[in-house]
């Protein structure tokens, strides 16, 4: 990557370039249509250099990919209540609704070495459901997000030597061996789409219908 202080460099941009080429060329991820992804970046509360989360992938449906998720909540003024919920929609520039955000934590994610940045990408990438539904993918037992640990980490450093492999072009990923100081030396700007944090909202009984045809089979 040649110096280009006259450049504006957008982050998130690059990291789903990088995603979409990963999807095109791995059999392991090419469920994932890239479209329906964002790629954003949020401001890590604790600022130490490696202390918490280096990424995210935020799924926005839930278990099986439903839309929505019922509750029954009960209390002594008035008894049970059945709460419908889902998630607050991002949209795409289709106006589809976005199936998950992938977040990086800055500016922690900046300052890692390429090898790790690389390896976070493919641990988020697999946590993406192989329905590709908006639910993870989840792992018989209690630890339903990774499984074993171990196996998982392992499984993303292998997919990250894997891509390698295929000879990727050096300028669609050399950005990720820069950290903070070098982006802002090399470009003018750099700049990136902030996430906005994802909450679960209460629903009427309609809507959720309308969403999810499937939950009238839960109240018979």
């Not at 080429?21 to 991820?29: A, G, L």
């Not at 099986?64 to 607050?88: A, E, F, H, M």
């Not at 990438?125 to 037992?141: A, K």
Request: a positive charge.
């Amino acid at each position: 990557m040649a110096s280009n202080q006259s450049e504006v460099f957008n982050y998130t941009d690059a990291i789903k370039a990088v995603c979409a080429d990963i999807c095109r060329k791995m059999p392991e991820f090419q469920h994932i249509d890239v479209g329906r992804v964002a790629f954003g970046i949020a401001v890590a509360k604790n600022r130490a250099e490696r202390a918490g989360e280096w990424a995210d992938v935020t799924p926005m449906r839930f278990k099986d990919g439903w839309n929505v998720i019922v509750r029954k909540t009960s209390s002594p003024l008035w008894g049970t209540k059945t709460r419908y919920l889902t998630t607050q929609q991002v949209l795409d520039a289709e106006k589809r609704p976005f199936l998950y955000i992938m977040t990086v934590m800055v500016p922690r994610f900046y300052n890692l070495t390429a090898k790790e940045k690389l390896r976070t990408i493919m641990h988020e990438l697999y946590h993406i459901s192989p329905n590709f539904d908006g639910d993870v993918r989840r792992f018989p037992g209690r630890n339903w997000q990774h499984g074993s640990k171990q196996a998982y980490n392992a499984r993303a450093e292998a997919l990250a030597q894997k891509w390698l492999e295929t000879e990727p072009d050096p300028t669609l990923y050399g950005f990720l061996a820069l950290n903070q100081e070098q982006l802002c030396e090399r470009f003018k700007r750099v700049v990136a789409w902030k996430c906005p944090r994802i909450k679960i909202v209460e629903i009427t009984r309609a809507f959720a219908l309308e969403l999810e045809p499937r939950i009238a089979e839960l109240e018979k």
